[in-house]
């Protein structure tokens, strides 16, 4: 279990995303259009098509995790 900081949000981007996507094309979504830091501590999450299948990511500081 990956402990998450106390403040940290939830950022749930609409529609589908296409789960090829690696960390660096979600973080460019993140900053076009969510317009936030994909380094800023908080996670993000990408729903595939189906709905069955969901990508997190977040930057914690010393590196960033995709889940």
Same mark, same amino acid.
């Given at each position: 279990? &990956?402990? &998450?900081?106390?403040? !940290?949000?939830?950022?749930?981007? $609409?529609? /589908? $995303? =296409? !789960?090829?996507k690696? #960390?660096?094309?979600?973080?460019? %979504?993140? %900053?076009?259009? *969510?317009?936030? @830091?994909? *380094?800023?501590? /908080? *996670? #993000?999450? #990408? +729903?595939? +098509?189906?709905? =069955?299948?969901?990508?997190? &990511?977040? /930057? @914690?500081?010393?590196?960033?995790?995709? #889940?």
């Open positions: 279990m &990956i402990p &998450i900081p106390s403040g !940290m949000r939830v950022w749930l981007a $609409t529609g /589908h $995303t =296409d !789960m090829r690696g #960390f660096p094309s979600l973080a460019l %979504q993140v %900053q076009e259009v *969510l317009r936030r @830091d994909p *380094l800023s501590g /908080h *996670l #993000f999450c #990408f +729903r595939g +098509r189906r709905g =069955d299948l969901l990508k997190v &990511i977040w /930057h @914690d500081g010393q590196g960033a995790c995709l #889940f």
